[in-house]
């Protein structure tokens, strides 16, 4: 039998580490939920009143950086598939014969007890 090569989780360990110090570094420097009063960002208006056939929630034109590092990680550490390493024939299809196996035989022995209760009535 060949000897089964496996993966380091290093470099995925490595790339996840430096995605949470990005977002965290990201998030600790844009850590303000209200605009300073007088600031030039500071609108006109209060936060829940709009003109008519205006919306007074904003849209994002770009991906959040924590989504887009969610969705790379979740690549690097994805499953390996049954085939990978033997595990379809050493595990899954002795498991799966003998859960067949025993699913019948209660069907078969069902019929047999059901068919003794028929043969001796009380």
Do not use: C, H
């Amino acid at each position: 039998m060949a000897p089964r090569a496996r993966r380091s989780t290093l470099p995925a360990a490595i790339l996840l580490t430096i995605g949470a110090l990005a977002i965290w570094s990201y998030e600790a420097a844009n850590n303000t939920f209200v605009a300073a009063p007088g600031s030039p960002s500071t609108p006109a208006q209060s936060a829940g009143v709009a003109l008519r056939g205006t919306s007074t929630v904003t849209t994002s034109k770009t991906l959040p950086l924590d989504v887009l590092a969610l969705g790379i990680s979740a690549g690097l550490v994805e499953t390996q598939p049954a085939q990978a390493y033997g595990i379809f024939y050493d595990e899954l299809v002795p498991y799966a014969s003998v859960t067949v196996f025993t699913i019948i035989w209660g069907i078969v022995l069902g019929f047999v007890l059901l068919r003794l209760q028929e043969a001796f009535p009380e």
